[in-house]
């Protein structure tokens, strides 16, 4: 064996296609192995391998590959006899896929993808590897004279060889504005595919919900393994009609670009619960809701024929002709027929649908279950015949129609999720009318949640000829309006209605606060407490009483009526003032419940948003105030007087427009009295000073000197934001003729006093190394990054490496610290933080070389620690003489104490919340842009409260992203939650449990964000 012979075997594996594996094939044959490959002397040649670039376009028709679209085009656009040409009337796809193992570049089921493509006239771009989309390498690919010539995208890259690090990096997809449908080849025999109920193989993870992150939409099966008798080996080969239902669903998603908004016919589709009532949608007031959207889409050209139904126009049209109507009202769905504008389907035009749109193992399924048609539900007759009715309220080219109902209406709710029962006749007559009759190029299922995506077939990867919600779907691209929290539905939705989603707000959360009795007993408590006389505070204790026994607190707290009359006063005091029935009556008042219901198009007015932003800053912003000791009253803090304190806060910077800052030091009159010292220097010779490693605040700048007949003193008040270097600081000294008896000069005085110099400790240790970091997988030097030192959380020094990549820490004594390295990337790409952080220990005096290599900062940590990194510079300047002063104290005071500041933390954080709730008024341009065949950039779904980042919605919505899980909240909370199970567990049996079992759900998963997992870890006694 020598170097060329390993490097010839090694990339003919590698490199498993263009011919390389019958290279190696003959080079196994041919050559001796135990011999220099210098020594083969053979008449066959060995050929060295085909060295691929690791990306490129490749087209099956053509033995070569392009590293741009313009040399491709070179050769697409030349009717050589060989190949498609490119028409530029027609639509383009931009195809990707992994390379094959096959021996080729691609595999037959991509190839088919493209050969059916183009067999419909349409252009195709091929690219591997599907990470192109994710970088910039889409530019080069798909992008020619600034322009994307691509109207879809299909990507065919099995999922797994992206993973979510890269899916990220959306934003080259949004350039490109236009769906991305995912195609998954499924990891297991096609055989085992259609007899699955999953639908999932073991690559599910990475194929679906991993690309979901990426905005990838549709997730159709297009291919399966196939064992190749010849080969004696599974390949991969393609599901013809399931191609052809993904390729019809991409020109329908590409039709809505080209269809002007005048011509579209859009069915809405709201959800009808029969007997329960006509329209209702989880946590969406749907009647102001479907208005709004008609008056937008009106906006954007759409055709409503001069219709414009205000909400109660709206409602009263739905009661009249937009409601389904029982079996047990004939006489009704007679009068609706009659007297309002309805669709009458006739059975035979049903029945040619039916015969000719299904196949025939689902038609039984349906005749077996349902008998044969019409049947009961919504069908209507007289002289001319039977027909299937469908409520209907057309507003120009827009229909707005409740969806069929599953059943007969009588028990539909046992039907909402049942996956194993074919729809009735009556609901399958609703669809096909939709493609058939109406013709929709589009549909709309508004507000959380219909019955189409929970009908019978597969958990996902759905069968068009098997699975009802493909059969009944067809070819119509499908817009979703979800509410942002419902991830558990709502992915079923997504995934098993081939839906984009579009999700909306949920209304404001706001603590439920007391009301009725539990108001009244509160007050009873209060008046009890304060009152002095005797008979007063006897007959309020029969108050208490007799409230409590109206409530039915003993069920709750197992103490009864009649033990209160018992109890002495200390003992009544402490169970009732001081114990469980005040917290359980805080406990009440602090639950969350929804104010109202939003209204898609339409703002929180201004006490609906302080109610949501309180309740998203949760109970940590309760306790920061009362912390503070910003209210002299207990009750300003205490959920259960509400309004409070905590809401007058939240007025003055969201409706008001006050500077936490601001707020906190000019409203509650902070004064140096409550300010706190940071730092101290002196001035040199020509006045200069500067403090360093100073964290995000407001601060006086106070400086003091004592002249021959005084004392000269001057103060400035600066804010540090972001870790900024404020320079240039002039403090201007004046005369002060109080001197000492001064109360600020005072103050300042006993501050040094109180915090006398310490000295640092110093010892013969030392920490260098270089600095680089990886903007694209290699290591680059960096010439202007930090490295921090810090050491028991404490921020010792900062290096900044101006002019080379290396760092020097000197003088250290013994112990562990942590060194972190941050850099700050602008480009024309953007802007990006890198970081990376290591714990070293220093022993007798050693010196640690560590070179450190920075990564992307996915999680924000460089901002936590630059925050601490802010700089303050200037002069000191005598007013009197008009010169510098030089020697002068200056003394560093932060305005607000560290309590305060969490307060001001809040505030800031409360903006931040408020600004995203104000964005979700996208959530209507969001549905215009997808029912227009745009990209509608992804997004996490969850509760806001528990994930305050799925704010501003308009988003299409994913479940789970796996780069959090477990985060730091969760980790505390598993923490905790172990270490009482395991201290319970030992109180009860005197020992530690041996062995724990833990059932894991992924719904719990994506909910807590690893609280489950973190467990698990914790008991094993490791960490993430």
Same mark, same amino acid.
């Given at each position: 064996r020598d170097d060329e012979t390993c490097s010839y075997l090694e990339d003919y594996w590698n490199q498993r296609y263009d011919g390389n594996m019958i290279r190696l094939l003959t080079y196994l044959s041919l050559v001796d192995l135990s011999k220099p490959f210098s020594e083969y002397d053979g008449e066959i040649e060995i050929e060295a391998p085909a060295i691929m670039p690791s990306v490129a376009l490749y087209h099956p028709d053509v033995d070569a590959v392009f590293e741009n679209l313009e040399s491709y085009m070179e050769w697409y656009e030349v009717d050589d006899g060989t190949h498609h040409v490119y028409d530029p009337d027609n639509y383009t796809v931009g195809v990707t896929f992994f390379t094959s193992w096959d021996d080729d570049i691609c595999d037959d089921a991509v190839k088919s993808v493209i050969n059916k493509l183009e067999s419909r006239g349409i252009n195709v771009i091929p690219a591997y590897r599907p990470s192109v989309l994710f970088t910039d390498d889409a530019y080069d690919f798909f992008k020619k004279d600034d322009e994307w010539k691509v109207d879809a995208f299909i990507d065919l890259g099995k999922g797994v060889?992206?993973?979510?690090?890269?899916?990220?990096?959306?934003?080259?997809?949004?350039?490109?504005?236009? /769906?991305?449908?995912?195609?998954?080849?499924?990891?297991?025999t096609?055989?085992?595919?259609?007899?699955?109920?999953?639908?999932?193989?073991?690559?599910?993870?990475?194929?679906?919900?991993?690309?979901?992150?990426?905005?990838?939409?549709?997730?159709?099966? =297009? +291919?399966?393994?196939?064992? @190749?008798?010849?080969?004696?080996?599974?390949?991969?080969?393609?599901?013809?009609?399931?191609?052809?239902?993904?390729?019809?669903?991409?020109?329908?998603?590409?039709?809505?670009?080209?269809?002007?908004?005048?011509?579209?016919?859009?069915?809405?589709?709201?959800?009808?619960?029969?007997?329960?009532?006509?329209?209702?949608?989880?946590?969406?007031?749907?009647?102001p809701s479907i208005p709004n959207l008609l008056d937008a889409m009106n906006e954007s050209g759409y055709d409503l024929d001069g219709m414009q139904p205000n909400r109660s126009e709206f409602l009263q049209l739905v009661l009249q002709q937009g409601r389904n109507i029982g079996v047990w009202a004939p006489g009704e769905l007679q009068n609706m027929v009659e007297n309002y504008d309805v669709e009458l389907v006739p059975v035979e035009t049903y029945m040619e649908w039916?015969?000719?749109?299904?196949?025939?193992?689902?038609?039984?399924?349906?005749i077996d279950t349902w008998g044969e048609p019409p049947g009961q539900e919504m069908v209507y007759e007289n002289e001319s015949g039977k027909y299937f009715v469908i409520?209907?309220?057309s507003v120009g080219n827009i229909l707005v129609a409740p969806q069929a109902t599953r059943g007969t209406s009588q028990n539909d709710t046992l039907l909402y999720h049942d996956q194993t029962m074919p729809p009735s006749h009556q609901f399958i007559a609703f669809y096909l009318w939709l493609k058939n009759g109406y013709e929709a190029d589009a549909v709309v299922h508004f507000g959380r949640h219909g019955t189409q995506e929970w009908l019978q077939g597969k958990g996902t990867s759905l069968s068009s000829k098997t699975c009802w919600p493909a059969i009944l779907i067809q070819d119509m691209p499908v817009v979703y309006l979800y509410e942002v929290g419902g991830i558990g539905e709502g992915i079923m939705a997504k995934r098993r209605g081939n839906a984009v989603m579009v999700d909306h707000a949920t209304p404001a959360i706001v603590s439920a606060g007391l009301y009725g009795n539990l108001t009244l007993l509160h007050d009873k408590m209060h008046f009890y407490?304060?009152?002095?006389?005797?008979?007063?505070?006897?007959?309020?204790?029969?108050?208490?009483?007799?409230?409590?026994?109206?409530?039915?607190?003993?069920?709750?707290?197992?103490?009864?009526?009649?033990?209160?009359?018992?109890?002495?006063?200390?003992?009544?005091?402490?169970?009732?003032?001081?114990?469980?029935?005040?917290?359980?009556?805080?406990?009440?008042?602090?639950?969350?419940?929804?104010?109202?219901?939003?209204?898609?198009?339409?703002?929180?007015?201004?006490?609906?948003?302080?109610?949501?932003?309180?309740?998203?800053?949760?109970?940590?912003?309760?306790?920061?105030?009362?912390?503070?000791?910003?209210?002299?009253?207990?009750?300003?803090? @205490?959920?259960?007087?509400?309004?409070?304190?905590?809401?007058?806060?939240? !007025?003055?910077?969201?409706?008001?427009?006050?500077?936490?800052l601001d707020l906190l030091i000019d409203r509650f009159n902070i004064t140096y009295s409550s300010g706190e010292y940071v730092a101290n220097t002196t001035s040199d010779g020509i006045g200069e000073y500067d403090f360093s490693i100073v964290k995000d605040g407001k601060y006086t700048l106070y400086a003091f000197t004592q002249t021959g007949d005084g004392w000269l003193t001057g103060k400035?008040? =600066?804010?540090?934001?972001?870790?900024?270097?404020?320079?240039?600081?002039?403090?201007?000294?004046?005369?002060?003729?109080?001197?000492?008896?001064?109360?600020?000069?005072?103050?300042?005085?006993?501050?040094?006093?109180?915090? /006398?110099?310490?000295?640092?400790?110093?010892?013969? +240790?030392?920490?260098?190394?270089?600095?680089?970091?990886?903007?694209?997988?290699?290591?680059?030097?960096?010439?202007?990054?930090?490295?921090?030192?810090?050491?028991?959380? !404490?921020?010792?020094?900062v290096y900044v490496n101006s002019s080379t990549n290396k760092y020097t820490f000197q003088n250290l004594p013994d112990g562990t610290y942590v060194v972190t390295a941050l850099y700050h990337s602008v480009s024309q790409y953007g802007d990006s933080w890198y970081i990376a952080t290591n714990n070293v220990k220093i022993q007798d005096g050693a010196a640690i070389n560590l070179d450190i290599n920075m990564e992307t900062d996915v999680s924000g940590d460089s901002q936590d620690l630059i925050c601490f990194l802010g700089q303050v510079s200037g002069q000191t300047y005598s007013i009197e003489t008009g010169t510098e002063e030089p020697e002068c104290n200056v003394v560093l005071i932060q305005r607000l104490s560290d309590e305060q500041m969490h307060v001001v933390d809040d505030l800031n954080l409360a903006l931040q919340h408020a600004e995203n709730i104000r964005g979700c008024i996208i959530e209507i341009p969001a549905m215009l842009d997808a029912l227009e065949g745009k990209y509608v950039p992804p997004a996490l779904g969850d509760d806001p409260l528990r994930s305050p980042e799925v704010l501003p919605t308009g988003k299409n919505f994913y479940a789970f992203n796996p780069n959090i899980v477990p985060t730091e909240e969760s980790w505390n909370v598993a923490n905790t939650l172990v270490d009482a199970f395991l201290t319970e567990w030992n109180q009860t049996h005197d020992d530690y449990p041996r062995k724990v079992g833990f059932v894991l759900w992924s719904g719990e998963s994506m909910r807590h964000k690893g609280v489950m997992e973190s467990e698990i870890l914790y008991m094993m006694g490791v960490r993430p």
């Open positions: 060889w992206i993973m979510s690090s890269a899916v990220k990096n959306s934003e080259y997809l949004q350039e490109a504005n236009v /769906p991305v449908i995912n195609g998954i080849i499924y990891q297991g096609i055989e085992d595919w259609e007899n699955s109920t999953t639908g999932q193989d073991a690559w599910f993870q990475y194929q679906i919900p991993i690309m979901e992150i990426g905005g990838e939409i549709e997730s159709i099966v =297009i +291919g399966g393994e196939v064992f @190749d008798e010849t080969l004696h080996a599974k390949v991969i080969k393609p599901i013809d009609y399931q191609v052809d239902w993904l390729i019809d669903r991409t020109v329908s998603w590409m039709d809505l670009q080209h269809i002007a908004n005048e011509d579209k016919k859009v069915a809405i589709i709201y959800y009808a619960h029969g007997k329960a009532g006509a329209m209702v949608a989880g946590n969406l007031d749907v009647v039916f015969e000719n749109d299904i196949e025939p193992e689902a038609r039984q399924s349906v409520p209907k309220i407490e304060t009152e002095e006389d005797e008979n007063m505070v006897a007959e309020y204790q029969n108050s208490i009483i007799d409230y409590y026994a109206d409530l039915n607190f003993e069920s709750e707290l197992n103490v009864s009526a009649d033990d209160l009359r018992e109890m002495n006063k200390t003992e009544f005091d402490n169970f009732v003032l001081h114990g469980p029935v005040h917290d359980y009556l805080h406990e009440i008042a602090s639950e969350f419940i929804p104010y109202g219901l939003h209204v898609l198009g339409e703002q929180m007015d201004d006490q609906g948003r302080i109610a949501m932003v309180k309740s998203m800053l949760g109970e940590n912003f309760r306790e920061h105030v009362a912390a503070a000791d910003l209210f002299d009253d207990p009750d300003e803090v @205490d959920p259960a007087h509400s309004p409070n304190g905590l809401d007058k806060l939240l !007025n003055a910077v969201l409706v008001n427009g006050t500077d936490p400035e008040h =600066i804010t540090i934001e972001n870790g900024e270097a404020l320079s240039d600081v002039r403090l201007n000294l004046t005369k002060n003729a109080t001197g000492t008896t001064n109360a600020e000069l005072e103050y300042v005085i006993e501050l040094l006093e109180d915090n /006398p110099p310490v000295p640092k400790d110093t010892g013969s +240790g030392t920490i260098s190394g270089n600095v680089t970091y990886s903007p694209m997988g290699s290591e680059w030097g960096v010439d202007d990054s930090m490295v921090v030192l810090q050491k028991d959380n !404490n921020i010792l020094d």
